[in-house]
């Protein structure tokens, strides 16, 4: 890392899109502040998962926040009664968590302007992903245009700058992306119902974008299944 390095905070889950995008953001020359929130969420093995990768790709030490989206519900990912959808069904799958990306972004924001920091870091895909409203380029520049508004650093000038770099980018496109950049995906966790250790499912929605984009990319699939 250079010296006077730009500060860049990280949302970082421990999926593979993350990952890539913290990747980016090292080779692109930030100073990298992982940020992982444990919000209640059912695939809690993707919080181990980002403790491995900040540590593999030389990041800051991963900030932990915790939070309990479980008391709102409302998605199967916060709600224990609603089972994960294992085929593809119409509309936005319940995996959907109500505002989870405009929620991760202010605590990103938040530490950004405690960090001095001007850019934040998203992983977020507007491609091959589940149609969440909150992925969406259009979302992400209405978001970036509030946090201006909304801070006394963006007031006092120090403008802040929301980065999406696989936004529009097809899941084989990241994953090479990433593997030139030196991602190990093995450690990461994408699986809507992992289990503690992390084997993946393989089924669900999240499980066939990733395993899709691996057959595409022409990239083994590293994952660790669970077995059928």
Do not use: W
């Amino acid at each position: 890392m250079a010296n006077g390095a730009q500060k860049a905070v990280v949302l970082l889950s421990g999926g593979l899109d993350s990952a890539t995008a913290l990747a980016v953001a090292k080779n692109e020359g930030y100073d990298c502040y992982p940020l992982s929130v444990d919000y209640g969420q059912r695939h809690a093995a993707e919080l181990k998962a980002a403790e491995r990768v900040a540590q593999t790709l030389g990041a800051r030490a991963l900030k932990r926040v915790k939070l309990d989206l479980t008391v709102f519900g409302g998605s199967a990912l916060t709600d224990a009664s609603i089972a994960v959808p294992e085929t593809p069904g119409p509309g936005i799958p319940i995996t959907y968590v109500p505002a989870r990306n405009t929620i991760l972004l202010s605590l990103a924001l938040a530490y950004a302007e405690v960090l001095g920091a001007q850019h934040i870091f998203i992983g977020a895909n507007a491609v091959d992903y589940s149609g969440y409203p909150d992925c969406r380029p259009e979302y992400l520049s209405a978001y970036e245009a509030m946090a201006n508004l909304a801070t006394k650093a963006a007031v006092e000038g120090a403008r802040l700058t929301l980065h999406a770099p696989l936004v529009n980018l097809s899941k084989a496109e990241i994953i090479r992306r990433g593997v030139a950049l030196g991602v190990d995906y093995a450690i990461t966790v994408s699986c809507y119902q992992a289990t503690e250790d992390g084997l993946a499912c393989g089924r669900c929605d999240a499980c066939r974008l990733r395993r899709a984009g691996f057959e595409a990319a022409g990239v083994p699939d590293p994952t660790r299944y669970q077995s059928r």
